[in-house]
Every structure is written in structure tokens, then in C-alpha cells.
């Protein structure tokens, strides 16, 4: 076992990151060398979701912080406590919600300005960094541009254009790839999935890992996605469209509630006891909140700071849930691509295996009854949506959802 085996169908970009690594892999006053053999200070890991480009930084993060030789046994303190996100050496910033501001990266640059404790790397992670504010990207390009001796930065976005180009041009670039429905499928095999279920999920996950063990694993996943995929036929009137329309946007918002509103409650509770807010009697809680020698101004103060603190923390989870939901409608079109895709691969008689064969018999009517060209239409209108959502994110869900349908309905 090493760190390497998440990366599915990845062989040159395991061989890339295990040379850099083992360059690195040096005693200090040596990263001149290191640099030589491609070792760097900065890199960008790029895929589109599913590829597994986080996955990938990880596991250059734990070989970077292996004991063994060669480094990413996976096995040692090292390499475990950054796989397990525990390692002192290493910072990683996930944005939860729709944009990283720059209070996170500030912190991430001064933590890069540090030398690591471990006399190895201090290796600073960030997940998503296509949602860098500019404000951000600003201050991130300061470090970037200066690094610290012992520090990399692992950057991830779907695609080089993601990030600004005075970002991308200190990066040294790893370009990942969806895996193989067959490479996917041997993973799940892997796990105990039986093969029939595990090459399903695979091409219907279109190579997308998470997706593909969720698909293998949960039902109630299953269900949504024939939920999704019956919508093309259901579309006859205008009334149709909408009501499809209002489910898809409903069931996203069911997602976002299962998965948000128990941690924001959470959340908010810890704040207010964090706080000493929330207790209105004049017991232990107010006595917190007072400040130290501070009187009746200062009470005032103190008591604007938590409601400060709970207006932006009411913020952050609005941006989450929005995320969420957006997350959620993108899967849905994602898997509607590619019952079209199936579609138009039926009318062209194409030599390739369908996305979702086991909703074979809803495309092959389609493909009977129209041409090629609708479907074409149909296809770049679910593709339109799905930039419109990602690029918009103020947009009312909604509408862009109903505009949709409607193209998408039959006729
Ligand atoms: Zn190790």
C-alpha cells in the first residue's frame, strides 16, 4: 500500500510526483538540488471534478512527509498524519461556501512563512482555488512569488484558466484526467463491490470516483438519479416542464438541508456559548461575555462583537447551503448530459458503451423519435445551464432550471 493507490488510472502523474518527492525527499541545505530534479515551490493540480486532483496534492503532501525511501510508503507517521489531516507541518483550506476570501489566505501565508517543525516540507493545501476572491489571489501571489525555503504550495482547480494567469505562471502544472469507467469499476471491485453493480456505477459516474462508490453504496443516490433521468420523457406540456423544474430545484434544496442544517445549528450554539451570548438571564454566560474591567461601554462593545461574530458565521453557512445546492443541481445535469449524450450515440449508431444503459429503453425511444440535430440542441442547452449556474452563482436556481426544461422538452 502506498499514498499513491487513490489515484486511479493516474500512472504518469504518480510518476511525476513520486520523482518530485523523492528529489525533495533531502537533508536541508539541499533544496537547490531538489529544485533541479523538479522539485518546486508551487504547484497547481488540475482535473475536472472527480479526477481526483485533491486526492492527488494529498498524497504528494504525504510523500513530501514520508520517513521512507522511496517516500509515500503510507505507512508512516509521517505519511499518515497529513492522509488523516493531523500533521502539524501541514495547512489545508477546503472553502465550503462559494468564494475563499482573503482572511483565509492570510493565514495561509503566514503559516507558509514559517519554518516546518518537522525539518521537512510545511506543505499549505488549497482545495478549490478557482474560488479565490481577487483580494485573495493578490495576496496569495505575494507568497507565491516569495517563497519560504521549506514551503510548497499545492493549489487545485478544475482547469488552468480557473486561476489568474500571474498564479498559473508560478505554478508548475499537473494535469489530471477522469479515470477510465474500467479503471473506476476495478476500485469498487476492489472494495467488495460485486462487478456487475461496480462497472454500472462506473459509467454511470462517468469516471468519477466519489460519485461512482456513492451510486454502488446508497440507494436513496439511485434513486435520485433514475429520478433525474426519467425527466426527459416526462416532458410534454409546459406544465411538465415547470413541474420538473420545481422537483429538480426541490430535491436540491432537500439535499442542502440534509446536509447543513444540523452542523449550522451546531454551529451557532457553539458560537453563542463561545460567546457567552444567547443566555439572557444575568447568569454565568453574561458574566462571560463581559470583557475584562470593562463597565457598561464596554459591555455594549462586547456585545456588538458577538453579533458581529454571528452575522458573519450566519453568512458562511448561507454560502455553504447556497453551494450545496448548487453542487446538487450540477450532478443532476451532469447525469441529464449524459442520457443525451446516450441519445445521440443511439441516432449515430457510435461504437461506444452508453453512460446509463440501464435507462437504455427511454433513450432509444427518443432517439427514434427525433433527429440528431434536436439532440444536439438538447445537449448544448443542459451544457449551457450547467456554465450558467457555475458562472452566476446569484442567479435565481429556478429560473435558469425552468428555462431549461423548457428547451429540453419534447416535440
Ligand atoms: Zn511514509
Known sequence: ??????????ASIVETLSGAAAAADVVPDATRAAVRSGMTHSWLFTGPAGSGRSMAARAFAAALNCE????????????????????????????????????????????????????????????????????????LLK???????????????????????????RCRVVALRLPLPADVAAVLERDGISPDVARLAARAAQGHLRRARLLAADEQARARRAEVLRIPTRLRRTGDCLAAAADLVAAANGDADAANTARDEAEAEALKTALGVGATSSGT?????????????????????????????????????????????????VDLAGWYRDVLVLQLGAPV?????????????LAR???????????????????????????????????????????
Not at 454560502?319 to 450540477?330: A, E, H, I, K, P
Request: aromatic share 2%.
Open 285 to 333: 454566560a453574561a458574566k462571560r461575555a463581559r470583557a475584562p474591567k470593562a463597565g457598561a461601554k464596554g459591555r455594549a462593545m462586547t456585545v456588538r462583537g458577538a453579533a458581529g461574530a454571528l452575522k458573519e458565521l450566519e453568512k458562511t453557512q448561507k454560502s455553504r447551503g447556497r453551494r450545496t445546492v448548487l453542487d446538487s443541481l450540477d450532478q443532476a445535469l
Open 143 to 169: 507568497a507565491l512569488e516569495e517563497p519560504a525555503e521549506r514551503s510548497v504550495f499545492l493549489l487545485c482547480a478544475p482547469s488552468v484558466d480557473d486561476v489568474l494567469p500571474t498564479i498559473r505562471s
Open 68 to 139: 521512507n525511501v522511496p517516500p509515500g510508503c503510507g505507512g508512516c507517521n509521517g505519511c499518515h498524519t497529513v492522509l488523516t489531516d493531523t500533521a502539524a507541518d501541514l495547512r489545508t483550506i477546503r472553502p465550503e461556501g462559494l468564494s475563499l476570501g482573503v482572511k483565509d489566505v492570510r493565514e495561509l501565508v503566514r503559516d507558509a512563512a514559517t519554518a516546518p517543525t518537522s525539518g521537512r516540507w510545511r506543505v499549505l493545501l488549497l482545495e478549490d482555488a478557482d474560488r479565490l476572491t481577487d483580494q485573495a489571489a493578490n495576496a
Open 1 to 10: 500500500m502506498s499514498v499513491w493507490d487513490v489515484l486511479v488510472g493516474q
Open 353 to 365: 458503451d452508453a453512460v446509463h444503459p440501464d435507462h437504455g429503453e427511454g433513450a432509444l425511444r
Open 369 to 411: 423519435s427525433s433527429a440528431p440535430e434536436q439532440t444536439l440542441r438538447r445537449l448544448e442547452a443542459v451544457l449551457r445551464s450547467r456554465r450558467s449556474l457555475a458562472e452566476n452563482p446569484g442567479l435565481v436556481p429556478l429560473l435558469t432550471v425552468e428555462a431549461l426544461t423548457l428547451a429540453l422538452r419534447a416535440g
